[in-house]
């Protein structure tokens, strides 16, 4: 595959995914703003910003519908809504002929709904989340049930996991976690609320009452999020997903340069496989997400080496 597809696929996967979760966050925070609650609603917006990365033009001034607006709306921002929508659609028109027509069809369905006359401001903002999540879920099912599930469909796949695990980790990092909790005691009532939208963002909350009821305990809410390996939202469950995707790739391909990603992801891997969510808590939350985030990045910056800028000769038969 060239590299500029597999770039092109890669960023459009990873576009989308960062899409869905910031709809969530902004859905999930838009809601909470109803509610009682601990955290400031400052605190609270603030929270969101960080969790998406600080994006560079978009801060708290003290309107929080405006800066809801600004997430969704701002076609120019790379960091909202429908600026990943965009980026993704340009990605995806750049290789137009490697995915199906129900993939660029539902594409661009969603870019011409989010992308329509610029709505007043705090309009549509009640309507606009659920019918993103809807569009999004639509360009994922025509992916995984219309498009050939070869190389092209593994950077797709790639894309999208690394940017979960991302998201996820960098999102529970943001949150204050007691280390002296201990495993029996469940949070109490000025926190209740800030799990529930936590669960929420990660679309985890039914799951997580189907596994644990609605008991909210420390120690179980980041087991789950870390460490299930069933749950779609999950840290672990991402990075197994993106080391079958990286074998699948690597077998495809024959390029035994691979193999350090593999062996990056799988020691990734390892450690979540075999974690102890009491460690995690012991020696820090903040820094085990911390290494995950990174080794994200360097995964990244593997694929990019081996996979969109590698030299001619590296490619060639030996």
């Known amino acids: 595959m060239l590299s500029r597809v597999a770039d092109s696929l890669y960023w459009m996967s990873r576009y989308l995914e960062r899409a869905e979760h910031t709809v969530r966050m902004l859905d999930v925070n838009l809601s909470m703003t109803l509610d009682p609650s601990s955290t400031s609603e400052e605190g609270r917006w603030k929270r969101v910003l960080a969790a998406l990365g600080n994006p560079e033009g978009l801060e708290w001034n003290g309107d929080f519908y405006g800066l809801a607006h600004a997430l969704a709306f701002e076609r120019d921002n790379c960091a909202s809504i429908t600026g990943c929508i965009t980026a993704a659609r340009e990605n995806a028109r750049q290789v137009r002929e490697e995915i199906t027509s129900e993939q660029w069809q539902q594409l661009n369905r969603m870019y011409h709904r989010v992308t329509d006359e610029a709505p007043e401001k705090g309009h549509r903002l009640d309507e606009f989340p659920a019918a993103t999540l809807d569009d999004l879920h639509l360009f994922q099912g025509a992916t995984d049930s219309s498009m050939s599930h070869g ?4 950077f797709i796949q790639i894309g999208r996991a690394i940017e979960r695990a991302t998201a996820i980790a960098t999102l529970i990092g943001v949150f204050e976690w007691d280390a002296s909790e201990s495993i029996s005691e469940g949070a109490g009532s000025q926190q209740f609320l800030e799990w529930i939208g936590l669960l929420r963002c990660c679309t985890a909350f039914e799951s997580y009452c189907n596994l644990y009821t609605a008991d909210l305990t420390q120690p179980q809410i980041l087991r789950f999020l870390l460490l ?4 779609p939202h999950s840290v672990r469950y991402s990075i197994d997903q993106l080391r079958w995707a990286l074998l699948a790739l690597q077998e495809g391909s024959g390029r035994l340069v691979a193999e350090e990603i ?3 992801a799988g020691r990734m891997q390892a450690s979540l496989n075999f974690c102890e969510i ?3 808590v012991h020696h ?3 820094a ?3 290494n995950i985030t990174h080794q994200c990045r360097h995964i990244h910056a593997l694929i990019y080496r081996d996979y969109i800028q590698y ?5 060639l038969p030996q």
């Not at 299930?228 to 749950?231: L, P, S, Y």
């Open 284 to 286: 820090g939350v903040g």
């Open 278 to 280: 009491s460690e995690v």
């Open 262 to 264: 593999s062996r990056v």
């Open 228 to 231: 299930n390996k069933e749950f």
């Open 311 to 315: 030299k001619v000769h590296v490619a």
């Open 288 to 290: 085990y997400v911390q």
């Open 151 to 154: 190389e092209g469909w593994h």
